[in-house]
């Protein structure tokens, strides 16, 4: 803008809008870079690395003694990391957490928190030092293993990224949110990670399928520091490490208590990571008080330093796994542990990486990292080489050297000419002590010129071969697979795998009901409800103006109810939903998605596994699995296609072998049940002929037992299958008027459903 356009109080006009997208994306990434996303070569965030930085330099190694949190925290916020102390106190604390890190990188002393959720105590009361892994992740930092940068106020050095000797990326984890993107890596077992780094180093093409199998490995899945149960099947397992994208579903660990008298209890020894124990136990004694886990009497909390966890069940007869399946589905103790990968790679990229390339990029750093070190050493060597080379000319000449010393006015000068020394070495001589002028001296320092002569030889075969890197590569990560080896205690795996139990979703339903005897009553209206307990006499109940009792039947509170309309359609009801107490009950067609025109047909109790014939009146109809009818929505399920002016009619039970109908026109047929079709939907095939009627009633029963109807003075008769001899034909025939006995009202009487 040019000068003659600048308002004259000195205010410059901006464009708001490009003003806000340049701020907002150095904000972006600043938080990104700087603050949420892990560096893929040591795992770490800034702020991570700046406190294991400063706690070098306050010399708090594993062998040193502790020195005060606020101590350390004062060095990080003064020299490098420039935001509040709270902040960096925090993630220091989570350092140390044994239930938070899987291999922690910081020795606590004091109160640090624990699993319930309680925090730590403030900074000026805990005293903190560093542990063999921070060791590890540092080695090599004095040895130009890194580059280092200024800090934020240019007064001081901070490395850029560690040395990294630990796979400390997916041995501990990370998890930050940053501007657009966030990052969640579960917690693994250092030594499976060694092994599928070496696995990498030995065969480099090797497919991530060869580095992730949950069963035999190198990489199984994650491993938690509080251990839990995996149920993840072995396909997503690889899928997720694959892509970097996924997740875990994570159980609590638990065995089942016997006690006395036949009574038991369950015990929960491990949770799920990052779940606190203490509201974990809070949510689950709600749920029982809401009576929400009808299953269970009690929770309580007797955990020491192990976690411990005592539920009880409502009675010994309960079913321990279904109580806990009830559980998994309600509360924490089943959580899933998502996994986004998105990692800074090469330092600088903010990128969702699969498992192979983040091995890879470790394992590149831990190579060039190893060659800087040598390099630093082949370096020292060389200097140190140059000193003692003069020493050595020194000694040969040793009478001379101190004549000249003694005479000559610039004795440097003429020791540089006399034998050819370079500066460094001539100022090496003339600072040699007098006491250093034995022959035992001159021996060690050949004994010393032949040893760094060899290691320098050594180091240069080094670096002029990848192979022999490589080859150096892995022996320092088999070590660090050694240290942290299955047969170590802070190496052996925590988390387990198994598959993910199989439980039938109704039973599993009914875990959250409280299971109580009911009956259900239906009115010619439609109208449904429930009463208290089994009641045989309903004929006192009151109903609405112009409505009266269709049908009754004894259920329970977990029972699933099937409702047949007359437009063929079958719908599901929960009969712990059904409205109780004294009211006259609700519509059915309000509770389900019935059509106006329709009307309900019958309504039973659902018998997983039992067949059902479904009939339309005009004598039309299959044999059905029962399973087959649940309804998972309002809409219910199209089961009988219905002719124009028809309507479905029967479903009765099938208990035997054949089948007895009726008509509207009193004439009755018996035929075997083989001739019907079973079916999951249709309109079926022709059970009894007719002209001008319909079905009236239809029985299936067992040809050994005969058929049996009830009258309306509640006689029964039976008739055996000889007995109906005359009756007996085929499927679609007309049929003849019914045995002597049979009801007037051309019905068999109670349905049995």
Request: charged share 30%; hydrophobic share 40%; proline share 4%.
């Amino acid at each position: 803008m040019g000068k003659d356009l600048i308002p004259s109080g000195g205010v410059e006009p901006i464009n708001l809008r490009e003003a806000l997208e340049e701020r907002y994306l150095a904000y972006a990434l600043s938080t990104i870079m700087h603050r949420a996303l892990p560096d893929v070569r040591d795992g770490l965030k800034p702020v991570h690395r700046r406190i294991l930085y400063a706690m070098r330099l306050l010399h708090l190694n594993p062998d040193q003694a502790f020195k005060k949190c606020a101590r350390v925290v004062g060095d990080v916020i003064g020299k490098y990391h420039p935001h509040g102390d709270g902040a960096v106190y925090e993630a220091l604390v989570r350092l140390a957490q044994d239930f938070s890190q899987r291999y922690p990188l910081v020795d606590g002393q004091g109160n640090f928190g624990n699993i319930d959720g309680d925090s730590a105590a403030a900074q000026r009361y805990t005293e903190a030092r560093m542990t063999e892994v921070a060791r590890l992740l540092l080695d090599g930092l004095d040895e130009d293993a890194v580059d280092f940068r200024e800090t934020y106020d240019q007064a001081d050095k901070e490395p850029v990224v560690l040395p990294g000797a630990f796979p400390n990326l997916l041995a501990n984890g990370s998890a930050g949110i940053a501007v657009g993107m966030a990052t969640n890596i579960p917690t693994h077992n250092a030594a499976e990670i060694c092994a599928a780094a070496i696995k990498l180093i030995d065969a480099p093409e090797t497919p991530v399928e060869g580095l992730v199998d949950r069963d035999n490995g190198p990489i199984r899945g994650p491993d938690f520091p509080t251990g839990g149960i995996i149920i993840e099947s072995p396909e997503s397992i690889l899928e997720s490490y694959r892509t970097g994208r996924g997740g875990f579903r994570v159980r609590a660990k638990w065995e089942r208590e016997d006690l006395e008298r036949g009574t038991w209890q369950v015990v929960v020894t491990e949770i799920p990571y990052q779940v606190q124990k203490a509201k974990l136990i809070e949510k689950i004694a709600e749920l029982i008080t809401d009576r929400k886990l009808p299953l269970i009497d009690d929770i309580r909390d007797e955990s020491t330093e192990d976690i411990r966890v005592v539920i009880v069940p409502k009675s010994k007869n309960v079913d321990a796994a279904l109580m806990m399946e009830a559980l998994f589905k309600l509360s924490e103790l089943e959580s899933r542990i998502p996994m986004n990968m998105n990692v800074l790679s090469r330092g600088q990229v903010p990128n969702v990486l699969g498992v192979r390339d983040v091995l890879r990029e470790w394992l590149d750093h831990r190579r060039e990292v190893l060659v800087r070190r040598s390099q630093h050493r082949l370096d020292q060597i060389n200097t140190r080489l140059e000193l003692l080379d003069g020493f050595l000319i020194a000694y040969l000449n040793l009478d001379e050297v101190i004549r000249i010393i003694r005479e000559e006015d610039e004795p440097k000068k003429e020791l540089m000419a006399a034998f050819g020394l370079n500066d460094t070495q001539a100022d090496a001589v003339l600072n040699m002590r007098l006491r250093n002028l034995r022959k035992l001296e001159e021996m060690e320092i050949r004994k010393e010129h032949g040893e760094l002569s060899k290691e320098k030889a050594d180091i240069e075969q080094l670096l002029a071969s990848e192979r022999k890197q490589w080859k150096t590569v892995r022996w320092q990560i088999s070590e660090i697979a050694k240290a942290f080896g299955e047969n170590t205690p802070i190496g052996k795996r925590r988390t387990s795998f198994a598959d993910s139990a199989v439980q039938d979703v109704g039973d599993v339903t009914h875990a959250f009901i409280e299971r109580e005897p009911i009956t259900v009553v239906v009115s010619d209206k439609g109208w449904i409800r429930t009463l208290k307990g089994h009641i045989n006499d309903v004929s006192g109940l009151q109903f609405k103006a112009g409505d009266q009792l269709k049908l009754s039947f004894k259920a329970e509170t977990t029972d699933k109810l099937i409702i047949l309309a007359d437009n063929g359609k079958v719908y599901t009801l929960g009969a712990d939903r059904l409205p109780g107490g004294r009211s006259t009950g609700e519509p059915i067609r309000l509770m389900v998605d019935l059509d106006d025109s329709a009307d309900v047909v019958d309504v039973f109790v659902h018998r997983p596994g039992r067949k059902l014939l479904i009939a339309s009146s005009d004598g039309y109809g299959f044999v059905t699995n029962e399973t087959d009818l649940i309804a998972t929505t309002r809409k219910g399920k199209q089961v009988l296609n219905v002719g124009a002016g028809q309507k479905a009619r029967l479903m009765v039970p099938v208990e035997g072998d054949h089948v007895a109908i009726i008509g509207e026109n009193r004439r009755f047929l018996v035929f075997r049940l083989d001739q019907v079709a079973e079916m999951g939907r249709g309109k079926g095939v022709r059970l009894q002929k007719y002209k001008d009627a319909g079905i009236a009633d239809v029985r299936v029963f067992a040809a050994d037992k005969g058929l049996t109807w009830t009258d309306s003075s509640g006689r029964v008769f039976l008739r055996t299958l000889d007995d109906l001899a005359d009756w007996l034909g085929d499927r679609g025939s007309v049929g003849r008027l019914p045995p002597l006995g049979f009801p007037k009202s051309n019905s068999f009487g109670p349905r049995g459903l």
